[in-house]
Nanobody
Framework: VQLVESGGGLVQPGGSLRLSCAAS????????MRWYRQAPGKERDLVATITSDGGSTNYADSVKDRFTVSRDNAKNTGYLQMDSLKPEDTAVYYC?????????WGRGTQVTVSS
């Protein structure tokens, strides 16, 4: 079982990044997927949620109207499109897949927003 995030990096304020989360070793299409982030010295916070079929999404107030979560179950991959990035978006971003008693995490990808 594996979740691997990619797409992080350094971006200027106002810029965009697209994170990917590649799943393997389990039936990704049956799992709710979430994106979390953790800034230095802070707790891990929920950023976005997407249902197993992609039919419903939910966002933290801090990213609403700037971030878009999506998934392609045929490719076993989830995405987080991040636009209008702000310095306060700087964090390690983690993807999570959860269903029943199963709870899988990736190792995270660093996003740094700075001029």
């Amino acid at each position: 079982v594996q979740l691997v995030e990619s797409g992080g990096g350094l971006v200027q304020p106002g810029g965009s990044l697209r994170l990917s989360c590649a799943a393997s070793g389990f039936t990704f299409s049956r799992y709710v997927m979430r994106w979390y982030r953790q800034a230095p010295g802070k707790e891990r916070d929920l950023v976005a949620t997407i249902t197993s079929d992609g039919g419903s999404t939910n966002y933290a107030d801090s990213v609403k109207d700037r971030f878009t979560v999506s998934r392609d179950n045929a490719k076993n991959t989830g995405y987080l499109q991040m636009d209008s990035l702000k310095p306060e978006d700087t964090a390690v971003y983690y993807c999570n897949a959860r269903a029943w008693d199963y709870d899988y995490w990736g190792r995270g990808t660093q996003v740094t927003v700075s001029s």
